[in-house]
């Protein structure tokens, strides 16, 4: 019979019953219950003290476990404002994305940018393979006085004017801009020109596509 008291008071009075369909207790619902437990225990017959103590330690790990959730909610709060922040502070920042590398492939040209700091005067293109062996050079005679974000165009030929094998192949180049400083540049390292965000996480534009944040290696 005071099972069935328990029961049928706590169906009555706590309307938390009918809108928590999937019977998961919070710890105002688990005091709720506890104090209800106590009010309608048998007086001949009173609950055992280490049941007590057993039901106010659960109460304590429920309260423990909820204010953890929240303090771990609140963190990633922050730390989403922190890369919302981080991102658009890179802003007009160097981005490298700790490779040169670029795909060539199969039947087709490889198209890659390369960005100049400074106005071109002369200089080399330089594509080598993974293991450094000079593939192809191509001279910037034709991009005097260009700078910024420049986009090629890789036929895949080599210096022999033979078609070399689909794959990753690495870019770099040395050039003197137009007073005489000899500067040095390759493909993945460019200026962040603006921040959009995908699914609530930043994309950085890098010439001309955007790059997840976490593929960036350094900004400087």
């Known amino acids: 019979m005071a099972t069935s008291a328990i029961t049928n008071s706590f169906t009555k009075t706590d309307s938390s019953v009918t809108q928590n369909p999937n019977g998961v207790l919070d710890k105002d619902s688990f005091m709720k219950l506890l104090l ?3 009010q309608y225990q048998d007086p001949t017959d009173p609950m055992d003290t280490d049941k007590i103590l057993t039901q106010t330690s659960q109460l304590a790990t429920l309260e423990s476990a909820d204010n953890t ?15 919302d922040m981080g991102a658009l502070a ?18 087709e040209s490889a198209k890659f940018e390369v960005y100049f700091g400074k106005e071109i005067k002369d200089g080399t293109l330089t ?10 050079t191509v001279p910037l005679s034709s991009q005097e006085g260009k700078s910024g974000i420049l986009s090629f165009q890789w036929d895949g030929l080599n210096n022999s004017g033979k078609k070399v094998d689909q794959g990753k192949y690495r870019v770099s180049v040395n050039y003197t801009d137009v007073d005489g400083n000899k500067l040095k540049t390759q493909t993945g390292v460019y200026p962040v020109e603006s921040v959009r965000y995908e699914d ?3 994309q950085m534009k890098l010439g001309s596509s955007y790059v997840p944040m976490e593929q960036i290696t350094e900004f400087y």
């Not at 959730?69 to 890369?83: A, G, Q, Y």
């Open 90 to 107: 890179a802003i007009g920042k160097m981005a490298s994305l700790g490779t040169n590398d670029i795909t060539l492939p199969e039947k």
């Open 200 to 202: 609530g996480k930043p």
């Open 69 to 83: 959730n929240k303090t771990m909610e609140d963190l990633v709060k922050r730390l989403n404002n922190n890369m």
């Open 36 to 38: 209800i437990e106590l």
């Open 127 to 136: 594509i080598s393979d993974t293991k450094g062996h000079t593939i192809r």
